[in-house]
């Protein structure tokens, strides 16, 4: 079942073009992994530095290996020094569960 991944990052003011450039590459390094469908990455209008990144996935197996994977986390630790707070998760299923 496909599942869509919401993460989301609140970014310090300043660097635009060295976390544009991180979020390439990590779209680059997930576009390569088995299950991956699609992702895109809206920027608050509002508010600049609130980034949400929704990446679509065939499965959530597909998603947690691409999350646990060592290429992922670096780019993750990469990003993490821009930020104010820690990145945020949500995982939704498209259609309704069988088990409701």
């Known amino acids: 079942m496909l599942v869509k991944i919401f993460i989301k990052r609140r970014f310090k003011k ?7 450039a991180i979020l390439r590459d990590f779209r680059a390094g997930a576009m390569d992994r088995p299950g991956y469908v699609s992702g ?17 996935w065939q499965d959530m197996e597909s998603w947690l290996a691409w999350k646990d994977n060592p290429k992922r986390q670096n780019f ?11 990145t945020s998760y949500e995982a939704f299923m498209l259609g309704v569960p069988p088990q409701l």
């Open 14 to 20: 300043g660097k635009v073009k060295e976390i544009n």
């Open 40 to 56: 895109e990455t809206l920027v608050s209008f509002d508010d600049p530095q609130n980034v949400l990144v929704i990446g679509t």
């Open 76 to 86: 993750e630790a990469m990003l993490e020094i821009y930020q104010e707070s820690p």
